[in-house]
């Protein structure tokens, strides 16, 4: 969690100056859900992004139903 803060300070809020509590809000939370969780590798998936471990699964299940 700490390394989270670490680079949520350092790739967005430390470079820019938000106006309004909504904003930093907005921004923050685009951050996490369009870039943080989709394109950081993650050791837990093999050190793999979320979008290739989604894509490795979707390929795995539809090879899976082609057999059947």
């Given amino acids: 969690m700490e390394s989270f803060n670490a680079i949520l300070k350092k790739e967005e809020v ?3 100056r938000y106006i309004t509590f909504e904003e930093a809000r907005l921004a923050i939370f685009e951050f996490i859900e369009s870039w943080y ?3 950081r590798i993650h050791s837990s998936l093999g050190y793999i992004t979320p979008n290739e471990k ?3 699964t ?3 299940r539809h090879n899976l139903y082609k057999k059947v």
Avoid: G
């Fill in 54 to 56: 989604k894509d490795y």
């Fill in 58 to 60: 979707m390929k795995k």
């Fill in 37 to 39: 969780n989709n394109k």
């Fill in 14 to 16: 430390n470079q820019r």
